[in-house]
Nanobody, 124 residues
């Protein structure tokens, strides 16, 4: 079992920045690919970014490219999502998730463990 706890969400103005964190406990953190997803009101949960077990590979949704950066610190058992140039359409609950393999990193069905989410609200 892997337990995931997100933090760092909040209210920010458009154009601002936030850094989300996801702390993991349980099994060996470095054994897991980590992903960030988000769900806006009335919409399906969607992929944002993913990072391989060593951090050597990353993948992003088109909406996140150039604005968001995913990173991880295996010693701290934490994955981060640095978000810049935030837009109102980035408003959502952000979830981190863990899976064993990098293949299919954009598919939420592939992930085994999920956090409870952290709310990000971007005001105009």
């Amino acid at each position: 079992q892997v337990q995931l706890v997100e933090s760092g969400g909040g209210l920010v103005q458009a154009g601002g920045s936030l850094r989300l964190s996801c702390a993991a406990s349980g099994r060996t953190f470095s054994d897991y690919v980590m992903g960030w997803f988000r769900q806006a009101p009335g919409k399906e949960r969607e992929f944002v970014a993913a990072i391989s077990r060593t951090g050597g590979s990353t993948g992003y949704a088109d909406s996140a490219k150039g604005r968001f950066t995913i990173s991880r610190d295996n010693a701290k058992r934490t994955v981060y999502l640095q978000m810049t140039s935030l837009k109102t359409e980035d408003t959502a609950v952000y979830y981190c998730a863990a899976k064993r393999t990098y293949t299919g990193y954009a598919s939420l069905k592939e992930y085994d463990y999920w956090g409870q989410g952290t709310q990000v609200t971007v005001s105009s």
